[in-house]
């Protein structure tokens, strides 16, 4: 059974920094594709960033290119999600998500789901 878990939310003042980590229970972790996704409330889960399973392709939608970094180590089977410059538009639940495809975890379309970790972000 495949289990992820996230970690690292909290509560920031706009303009910090926070590093979410998901630790991955998984076998066949070095071959699948991570993702980061978020919801706020009363919205749409929105897709993060993704890592494909070498960690030697990741991609960002706009709303967190250049702020966000994806990056994970096979060794430790986790993956992490490096924010900074947070602002309170990026106050929402974060979920950690996993899939042999990365097509998929682009789409949104995981077979793996944590159950998330709350960010906060004050003004």
């Known amino acids: 059974q495949v289990q992820l878990v996230e970690s690292g939310g909290g509560l920031v003042q706009a303009g910090g920094s926070l590093r979410l980590s998901c630790a991955a229970s998984?076998?066949?972790?070095?071959?699948?594709?991570m993702g980061w996704f978020r919801q706020a409330p009363g919205k749409e889960r929105e897709f993060v960033a993704a890592?494909?399973?070498?960690?030697?392709?990741?991609y960002y939608p706009d709303s967190v290119k250049g702020r966000f970094t994806i990056s994970r180590d096979n060794a430790k089977n986790t993956v992490y999600l490096q924010m900074n410059s947070l602002n309170p538009e990026d106050t929402a639940v974060y979920y950690c998500?996993?899939?042999?495809?990365?097509?998929?975890?682009?789409?949104?379309?995981?077979?793996?789901w944590g159950q998330g970790t709350q960010v906060t972000v004050s003004s």
């Open positions: 998500a996993a899939d042999l495809q990365y097509l998929k975890v682009l789409a949104g379309n995981c077979d793996y």
């Open positions: 998984v076998r066949t972790f070095s071959t699948t594709a």
């Open positions: 890592i494909s399973w070498s960690g030697g392709v990741t």
